[in-house]
């Protein structure tokens, strides 16, 4: 099986947990391929001759690939091992994502650490102005929801809804205010319940849109 694996955290034990993931997947013949946000990037220019780094050093070892950086951070990644008086054996298992990726069979990422410091004894963000698409996916991992860009689309119209009306909705101003705002959609509370695999649709979906719990629900 052909697997690409995003590493899009941001902490050493979530990174190691992906590499070891990932090597324990290429063991077993899998073909791996590797994607390293900015926050696994942090962590080796940090620390480059670390754990994470000759986990890294290790990729041809399992036959994988260099693992790809984004064009952005792929100049970042130059720019420093340009200033460096040795070179690092893990700069060879790095590589320019290419424009357009190969098709893979699956994909797995592994996303920042959600500090549950930062949500209220309910599951709610504390402060709804730290909300981002991977933490939205994180909370919608607690109901085994894949969000998708339907999901999204429904979450960024709640998020508009608390911005106009400073308040969360409950169950019937939601599914009125989702009709007018996605009428293609075709919402109604069946669907948001199968889509949002939870009966309660309103407490759920602004949880996962990072705002309060609206009032009078569960």
Known sequence: MKIV???????????????????ALAAFDHQIQLTIGDGMLNLLLDAPTGKLAHMLASL?????PPAWLALADFDRFNAWQANQAADFDWCAQITLQPTTAPNFDTTLTQLPELDQAALDQ???LIAHQTWSPDIAQQLANTLDVT??????????????YYDLYSHPPTTRPLIKF??????????????????FNTGLVARHVNRIAGLPKPANCL
């Open 5 to 23: 694996i995003n590493i899009y955290a941001d902490t050493f034990l979530l990174c190691h947990e992906a590499l070891s993931m990932a090597f």
């Open 60 to 64: 041809d070892m399992y036959d994988m």
């Open 122 to 124: 309910d599951g709610h």
């Open 147 to 160: 969000l998708t860009p339907e999901h999204y689309q429904i979450i960024d119209a709640v998020r508009q």
């Open 178 to 195: 989702l009709s007018k705002q996605l009428p293609s959609l075709a919402v109604d509370n069946a669907k948001l319940q199968a889509m």
